[in-house]
């Protein structure tokens, strides 16, 4: 049982990316998909939640930037990220959770995270 991310790599300031989030092992329609990000020395923050419903909650200063959708019948979630910022270069991650957790420690699975650089 896992999930595993895909769709990092290097892209200049202003360009778009869309991260995909795989599970395998188990079925996503019973889990709350969160996506997070680490940037080196910063703590990992969390970006957005997308709930079973597919209600969805992107952190403020995300918003009108990064969206999340989830395809249950492919059993992956996505990240869509527009207008990227040379502060958006991080190691992005998503996770699973019935609930979307709040601490990070209450989600149940993580991936190993994706690369994901903004640079000229």
């Known amino acids: 049982e896992q999930v595993v991310e895909s769709g990092g790599g290097l892209v200049q300031p202003g360009g778009s990316l869309r991260l995909s989030c795989a599970a395998s092992?188990?079925?996503?329609?019973?889990?709350?998909i969160g996506w997070f990000r680490q940037a080196p020395g910063k703590k990992r923050e969390k970006l957005s939640c997308?709930?079973?419903?597919?209600?969805?909650h992107i952190v403020e200063v995300m918003k009108g930037r990064f969206s999340a959708s989830r395809d249950n019948a492919k059993n992956t979630a996505y990240l869509q990220m527009n207008n990227l910022e040379a502060e958006d270069t991080a190691v992005y991650y998503c996770?699973?959770?019935?609930?979307?957790?709040?601490?990070?420690?209450?989600?149940?699975?993580w991936g190993q995270g994706t690369q994901v650089t903004v640079s000229s």
């Open positions: 997308i709930r079973r419903d597919d209600s969805e």
């Open positions: 996770a699973a959770d019935p609930w979307c957790g709040a601490r990070l420690e209450e989600w149940d699975y």
């Open positions: 092992g188990f079925t996503l329609d019973y889990y709350a």
